[in-house]
């Protein structure tokens, strides 16, 4: 019997960030098809390939999917490795879920997965209310006090408007993170 939280997959965009390659893992869309996607359709899956992952990522949610009529997104990088111990993000309860996936532990405590509400965008899903209520623009790169070097996650000024905004932020499942 089917989970009673798992999203509807036929009310759902799938959008693939494939830079630099133009291409993704194999799992990927073994993983979207054996979950109900119809990765044929181009209402239901896209790709993406932009060398700017924050444009890539806004222009995605403004132009792909909140111009369709899919109440769900997932984003997906093209280096993320899924399988069955994956499936737990589909049945998460929160308006917005990520996958846990290999982080650089060289990088500060926001990037991690401590948290129950730390976010990551290599693979994400989130609810059309959400998006609609939270932005444009939902990525943002943040940099030091002189603007001169990247400071921080893109993924952290999303996940803390969507919590201020009342919503819940939550991290299920897991995925391998690395080459293809």
Known sequence: MANQNMIDMQDTMAIILTWPVGQCHVSIPAWLIQHGMDFLDPKAVQTVCCGDQVIAVNRSIRDMFLAGDKSNLIMIENDLRLGDETDAFLEADGDMVCVEYERDNRKPEADRWDSLSAFHMGMWRSTREVLEKTGPPWMVKVYDK???????????????????????????????????
Not at 146 to 161: M, R, V
Not at 166 to 179: C, D, M, N, P
């Open 146 to 180: 002189d603007y001169c070097s990247p400071h921080g996650c893109i993924c952290e000024p999303l996940a803390k408007q969507v919590i201020n905004r009342g919503f819940t932020v939550r991290h299920a499942g897991k995925a391998l993170h690395g080459e293809f």
